[in-house]
């Protein structure tokens, strides 16, 4: 009887060391591993935080979330999380509370990153919140106005064109048929034939014989072209030589400037006595060509009076 009863003691305190290892571990995974300080956080969503979150500083955990409640704020609601942190945790007054995930797949928590400010907050003080990015509720947001847009642009746009597209072949197909073949059959067709005919007759042109006319007549535009250049040469050289000349004469007129000077004068002087003596000589010259012609005319009619000659008859005389 007596074993029975060291069993039966056994058993119960072997069950109370686990009841109790039960209950530590519980309380250790709450969080609570002790007297707390409370802090005030406000967020606009609180996606997976609840009750027991844990609370992180720098990635340590410092605390949990105790309750979660919702405040209506300027139209809109907000939910105030109150944070559990072991009590005594030195918190600058700047620093933020940041809802993190550690990864895609990890749980929600609150992870204050410490501030530059030197001054601890007070228990009871409202930490600056700043809420995560869900990279899921954003690709689903992407997916749902992507998936909208095909519903109610993309897809009706589509539609429009491929009609569109539809009539556009229609009018192709139409125009065409009554437009364009007829006119290709009219005018381009006719168009092709003379210029089939044109590249025979150029063909002929280009024939062997005909090729070698023209290297001939290239060779010799390249003879001439040589020419050409020792021409224009020559002609820079007599170029040279006329300014040369030129300044020749320049320095000979300006040597002897005052006797040209006077050659003028003498000139000028000349030219003005005929000029006065113009009528008396011009009066002479018809006189000379009134007798010369006589003469001509006697000697035409009586060449003999060039080897005997005759006097003139007396008009006085009788005959």
Same mark, same amino acid.
């Given at each position: 009887?007596?074993?029975?009863?060291?069993?039966?003691?056994?058993?119960?305190? %072997?069950?109370?060391?686990?009841?109790?290892?039960?209950?530590?571990?519980?309380?250790?995974?709450?969080?609570?591993t002790g007297p707390t300080d409370d802090y005030f956080?406000?967020?606009?969503?609180? /996606?997976?935080?609840?009750? =027991?979150?844990?609370?992180?500083?720098?990635?340590?955990?410092?605390?949990?979330?105790?309750?979660?409640?919702?405040?209506?704020?300027?139209?809109?609601?907000? %939910?105030?999380?109150?944070?559990?942190?072991?009590?005594?945790?030195?918190?600058? /007054?700047?620093?933020?509370?940041?809802?993190?995930?550690?990864?895609?797949?990890?749980?929600?928590?609150?992870?204050?990153?410490?501030?530059?400010?030197?001054?601890?907050?007070?228990?009871?003080?409202?930490?600056?919140?700043?809420?995560?990015?869900?990279? %899921?509720?954003?690709?689903?947001?992407?997916?749902?106005? %992507?998936?909208?847009?095909?519903?109610?642009?993309?897809?009706?746009?589509?539609?429009?064109?491929?009609?569109?597209?539809?009539?556009?072949?229609?009018?192709?197909?139409?125009?065409?048929?009554? $437009?364009?073949?007829?006119?290709?059959?009219?005018?381009?067709?006719?168009?092709?034939?003379?210029?089939? *005919?044109?590249?025979?007759?150029?063909?002929?042109?280009?024939? /062997?014989?005909?090729?070698?006319?023209?290297?001939?007549?290239?060779?010799?535009?390249?003879?001439?072209?040589?020419?050409?250049?020792?021409?224009?040469?020559?002609?820079?050289?007599?170029?040279? $030589?006329?300014?040369?000349?030129l300044a020749d004469t320049d320095r000979l007129v300006? $040597?002897?400037?005052?006797?040209?000077?006077?050659?003028?004068?003498?000139?000028?002087?000349?030219?003005?006595?005929?000029?006065?003596?113009? *009528?008396?000589?011009?009066?002479?010259?018809?006189? $000379?060509?009134?007798?010369?012609?006589?003469?001509?005319?006697?000697?035409?009619?009586?060449?003999?009076?060039?080897?005997?000659?005759?006097?003139?008859?007396?008009? =006085?005389?009788?005959?």
């Amino acid at each position: 009887m007596r074993r029975d009863t060291i069993n039966y003691l056994t058993v119960g305190v %072997f069950v109370l060391v686990l009841f109790v290892l039960l209950m530590g571990m519980l309380y250790q995974i709450t969080g609570r591993t002790g007297p707390t300080d409370d802090y005030f956080v406000k967020y606009g969503n609180v /996606d997976g935080i609840k009750y =027991g979150t844990p609370v992180l500083y720098e990635g340590y955990q410092i605390g949990q979330v105790e309750e979660v409640v919702p405040v209506r704020e300027g139209g809109g609601t907000q %939910f105030e999380l109150t944070l559990a942190v072991k009590e005594g945790w030195q918190i600058p /007054d700047d620093s933020i509370a940041k809802v993190s995930k550690s990864g895609l797949l990890s749980a929600v928590a609150i992870d204050i990153q410490e501030g530059q400010s030197g001054t601890p907050m007070a228990p009871g003080g409202e930490l600056r919140g700043q809420e995560s990015f869900d990279i %899921f509720s954003a690709v689903g947001d992407v997916a749902a106005d %992507f998936k909208s847009l095909s519903r109610e642009s993309i897809r009706p746009l589509l539609d429009n064109l491929n009609k569109q597209v539809d009539g556009l072949a229609a009018d192709l197909r139409s125009i065409t048929q009554g $437009s364009l073949k007829p006119i290709l059959d009219k005018q381009v067709t006719p168009l092709l034939d003379k210029l089939d *005919d044109s590249a025979e007759g150029l063909r002929n042109v280009l024939s /062997d014989e005909n090729q070698e006319h023209v290297d001939t007549i290239l060779a010799n535009l390249t003879a001439s072209s040589s020419d050409v250049q020792t021409l224009i040469a020559e002609i820079g050289e007599t170029r040279k $030589s006329l300014d040369k000349l030129l300044a020749d004469t320049d320095r000979l007129v300006a $040597s002897n400037e005052e006797d040209i000077r006077e050659v003028v004068m003498d000139l000028k002087k000349s030219l003005y006595a005929v000029s006065q003596h113009i *009528d008396a000589v011009a009066h002479n010259l018809e006189g $000379s060509s009134r007798n010369m012609q006589e003469f001509t005319r006697q000697i035409r009619e009586n060449p003999g009076l060039l080897l005997r000659g005759s006097s003139p008859p007396d008009e =006085g005389a009788s005959p």
